[in-house]
């Protein structure tokens, strides 16, 4: 897999039937490792080595209805109220982050009314902070380290 734009973290990868799989520490289990998940795991180690955040306030990969759509978010983090802290959006390296990767991340915060956004690609990471009740969002250069 490529190298991406964070820190170095250790990974469990592990071959299986002639395919990688590494080790999800939020889902407890090996994942296939394709171009996205190395993106998903390289931002959960970073919102966990790096921000600080615990594990148990960490989602990953969970379903919610859009327009009576089922879609999954990615990565969820919650504070200690349960409130959601941060939503983040990934996508494989070779997925350019556009408006549609914005539009997409906006719809499922419609319903989860985050105070944070992340989208990245692994290369790049775009962070905001939203405004639920005026609908809009400001690009920050960091998203918050854990505080309780």
């Known amino acids: 897999m490529q190298p991406l734009n964070f820190p170095k973290y250790s990974f469990r990868i592990k071959s299986s039937e002639n395919r990688l799989h590494i080790f999800d520490v939020i889902r407890k289990k090996f994942v296939l490792l394709q171009p996205e998940e190395w993106v998903r795991q390289h931002t ?85 902070e939203t405004d639920i009740e005026k609908e809009k969002y400001r690009f920050l250069k960091e998203i918050p380290d854990f505080s309780r």
């Open 44 to 128: 959960i180690h970073f919102l966990l080595e790096t921000k600080k955040y615990p594990k148990s306030l960490i989602n990953v990969e969970k379903q919610l209805v859009v327009n009576q759509l089922k879609k999954r978010y990615d990565i969820v983090v919650f504070k200690p109220n349960g409130n959601i802290q941060i939503l983040v959006e990934c996508k494989a390296p070779d997925v350019k982050i556009a408006q549609t990767t914005f539009d997409q991340i906006a719809q499922y915060n419609y319903l989860l009314k985050s105070n944070y956004l992340m989208v990245t690609n692994g290369i790049d990471h775009f962070y905001c």
